[in-house]
């Protein structure tokens, strides 16, 4: 799936989190920092995905305006504000979503997917790659053997790897996928639930690329 993406957010290390991440995964992406801007720019994109907290409008009246304007692109509210006055004022706004910092980037993308999904076009429910199947309903990966129990980290790193086949992902983005933009560069969970991945549906599955990262077979 591919798709134009609006990220309208003014701190630059949420945005760049954001961006890299669905960049990743297809999307072309271009980030602003302003209620302004994205005014300006909202028409011309797939997806919206937008902040409250700007510098010059609020995100609510970004929305607003939008609407007012005619603009109908899908936007998904990304926003440190958690009530639910706030929420239900998002989505009764004219948003098509509304996820609260912090926030894991799988589920973030799971919802861009959704917005941007053609319709009558089924969500895949399964991923697969040779023997080996990720159920995305049940959270079970399957092998001829049975079923594998596995751990919400677990789950999300082999959901990465399935949806990525053959490509090398490096620890940097394994990490902001898994573990959310708040994660530590310095540290070796990564190998860590490699290593216990790999137990579990096969060390042969999961490749070490020597000085970059790791690569399913």
Known sequence: MTGRILIVEDEARIASFV????????????????????LSWA?????????LGLPDLDGFSVLRAMRDQGVATPVIILTARDSVHDTVAGLSGGA???MTKPFRFEELLARVRLRLRPPGVPEATV???GSLSLDLRTRQAVLPSGSVDLTAREFALLELFLRHPGQVLVREQI????????????SNVVDVYVRS??????????ETVRGMGYRLS
């Not at 028409?43 to 902040?51: G, R, T």
């Open 19 to 38: 961006e890299k991440g669905l960049r990743a995964n297809g999307f072309t992406t271009s980030v602003v920092a302003s209620g302004a801007d994205a």
């Open 43 to 51: 028409a011309s994109f797939d997806l919206v995905v937008l902040d």
């Open 96 to 98: 098509d979503d509304y």
């Open 127 to 129: 991923l697969t790659s």
């Open 175 to 186: 990490l902001s996928h898994v573990w959310g933009y708040d994660f530590d560069p310095g």
């Open 197 to 206: 991945l790999r137990r579990k549906i096969g060390a042969e599955r999961l």
